[in-house]
């Protein structure tokens, strides 16, 4: 059994109500039927990354076009894909970033990956995110950080990655205690590499440890531009219908 360690939660975090969070697929001529299918009514779905180009590319792309204003159309969140790298990549070109995904896409927010997650880089990263703020209205800002970062980055984000790894790791996974004082809506795990069998098991833990956005998926980390998030599991079908219940334990 997984060490399923929430101690100041206890049983109240079973009754966690899950919701997906896509952290980016294919480009639409690439994976049509899976943004084809983000829009199909009764998915609990709470935001998707729209990563064109490890960013927003060098001009617009009417194929992405087209995908985002169907998610909005459909009342979905589209978040602009930005690259921290760790904290290597200068704040001008995040921002650049960010205005040509607002010019072009006019995204609600962005999700920033490879987010650094200790404390030096906290400064920089608050300075980002309130830059961000002030571009868009109702902004919702993901820090990708992949695992806990320092409690600090809590009040910077509106969601943090807490985790983002392969199965074998995730449901061995133990929880920072200072999660505890915030509510599972400001968590998301995302695990690839997950077997269909263990659905049931993966959003235990998703619960246990107050995590409400999530994607699980089937695909394994090949190394490619998008990683094992490119397309949808082979057991969609089935952890929508799941999820989208509200079926808990």
């Known amino acids: 059994m997984p060490h399923l360690t929430r101690s100041t939660r206890g049983a109240a975090s079973t009754d966690v109500r899950i919701g997906f969070g896509i952290p980016g697929f294919a480009h639409p001529l690439v994976a049509p039927v899976e943004w084809a ?18 960013g927003s590319g060098e001009r617009p792309d009417p194929h992405c076009l087209e995908a985002a204003g169907r998610l909005r ?31 072009w896409y006019l995204v609600d927010g962005f999700s920033l990956d490879r987010c650094p997650a200790g404390r030096t880089a906290l400064p920089e990263v608050r300075r980002t995110v309130t830059t961000l703020r002030a571009l868009v209205d109702d902004a919702h800002i993901v820090l990708g950080h992949g695992t806990h970062p320092h409690p600090g980055y809590a009040e910077t984000g509106d969601q943090l990655v807490t985790f983002a790894g392969p199965w074998s790791d995730y449901r ?12 599972p809506e400001r968590f998301c795990h995302f695990v690839h590499g997950m077997p269909r069998g263990h659905l049931d098991e993966a959003l235990r833990i998703a619960r246990w440890q107050g995590a409400s956005t999530i994607y699980f998926t089937d695909h394994v980390d ?17 952890i929508v219908s799941r999820v989208g219940t509200g079926v808990s334990e």
Do not use: C
């Not at 299918?37 to 490890?54: F, Q, S």
């Open 172 to 183: 061995w996974s133990q929880v920072a205690e200072w999660t505890a004082d915030h509510p």
């Open 37 to 54: 299918e983000l829009t199909r009514p009764g998915t609990p779905l709470k935001w998707v990354v729209l990563n064109v180009a490890n």
């Open 222 to 238: 090949g190394g490619g531009a998008g990683g094992p998030w490119e397309s949808m599991p082979g057991y969609w079908d089935e």
């Open 73 to 103: 159309n459909a009342g979905i969140r589209v978040l602009g894909h930005l690259d921290t790298m760790y904290g290597a990549r200068p704040f001008g070109e995040l921002i650049s970033d960010a205005h040509r995904y607002l010019d």
